[in-house]
């Protein structure tokens, strides 16, 4: 199984970024998918799910900013980030059926 994410990168404060999660091994479309994320020097938490169903969960701390989707075609899940904060700033992390990526660097900094 594999799960590689993509995407991140150094971005100023109010801008966008969309993160990748690529899933292999696993028949995506039954799993839901997670995005975590882990800021230096805090335990990783929770910032969305999506489920086969295609119902979405959310942190506070990122509702109306990000959207999670999937493309069950392309065994790929997405999350979209709008009016990004330095808060933000963490390494982000794709999982699916207990499954987890390597993680990737969002840097929210102007």
């Known amino acids: 199984v594999q799960v590689t994410e993509s995407g991140g990168g150094l971005v100023q404060p109010g801008g966008s970024l969309r993160l990748s999660c690529s899933v292999s091994?696993?028949?995506?479309?039954?799993?839901?998918m997670d995005w975590h994320r882990q800021a230096p020097g805090k335990q990783r938490e929770f910032v969305a799910r999506?489920?086969?169903?295609?119902?979405?969960d959310y942190a506070d701390s990122v509702k109306g900013r990000f959207t999670i989707s999937r493309d069950n075609a392309k065994n790929t899940g997405y999350l979209q980030m709008n009016s990004l904060k330095p808060e933000d700033t963490a390494v982000y992390y794709c999982?699916?059926?207990?499954?987890w990526g390597q993680g990737t660097q969002v840097t929210v900094s102007s």
């Open positions: 999982s699916s059926a207990n499954f």
């Open positions: 999506i489920f086969s169903s295609g119902s979405t």
């Open positions: 091994g696993i028949i995506f479309s039954i799993n839901a």
